[in-house]
């Protein structure tokens, strides 16, 4: 069995400079990669069990009936990459399917990242496990020297590529190709556009957890910066907007208020908005012709329920 987890802190100070920079900018706007501080990630999880927020269980779903045909599409890998690995637990049917040699996770949460990463080297005796604490969105090219040689995989699961605008995205996808290598592939899951109140629903379910989730946000800025949000005084807002083919979360200011946030005082006026997320809900070609701009060309695609998982190579 081998482990080993490396943490990036000097992450921690982009918290402090991006909030600030966010709360300056019009509209005022946070990073959605600030959602995951612990509480963050266990209410993610708890948006996962929520029968409106059907995402998450049907990439399971999708990934376990196709299994065997995925496995052979992607052929013999020596190593699998996950940015975004969280609790390491989506991974697992790949592993057994594909048997690498090395699996090499990242997560901008550090520290549950590496209790999950190292329950999971206990559970794969052969695999070694590397857990990197980063925001690799910022920072992916420092898990370069952590990449053993061979055949790589990048895997990207859940529809996280959704949170990035369609330039940043495809930057982000070059960014893996790059990490890659020119054999390298990409194992990509995105949610698909569909009924607009579907995706509604999703983002607004019953029982008020992704509202507290995006509301934790607000605790977190409270707890790690010293901020005095009044979390009462902001509107969970989500909405599909099918114009930008988005998913639109926002913080409303339900008063005219000043917070103040690392010693900076911000004003914000009734019904103005700190926007939280975006997540983009993408057609299958229309995401084809986004990775073909980043260098990677489709070689097989799966569908399930509103869901897709596509395979691609690098162009040659
Ligand atoms: C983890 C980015 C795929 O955008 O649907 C869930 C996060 N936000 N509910 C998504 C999220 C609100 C989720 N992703």
Redesign the pocket.
Known sequence: MSFSFTDFPADRDDLRSDVLAGLAAVPKAIP?KY?YDEQGCRL?EA?CAQPE?A?CRTERALMAARLPAIAAAVGPVDCIVEPGAGECAKVRLLLDALRPAHLVCLDIAGAPLAAAAQALSRDYPELAVTALGMDFIHDLEAAAPHLPAGRRLVYYP???I??FPPDAAADLLGRFRRLAGAEGRLLIGF?LKKDPLRLHA??NDAAGV?AA??LNLLHRLNRELGADFEPGRFRHY?FYNPVAGR?E?HLVSLAEQDVRVAGQRFHFALGETLHT?H?YKFGCDEFSALARSAGWQLANEWQHDGFAVQLYGSIV
Do not use: K, R
């Open positions: 959605p959602f993610f948006i927020y995402l859940g529809s996280s959704g949170n949610d999703a983002y992704t989730f995006n989500a998913v979360m997320e997540s």
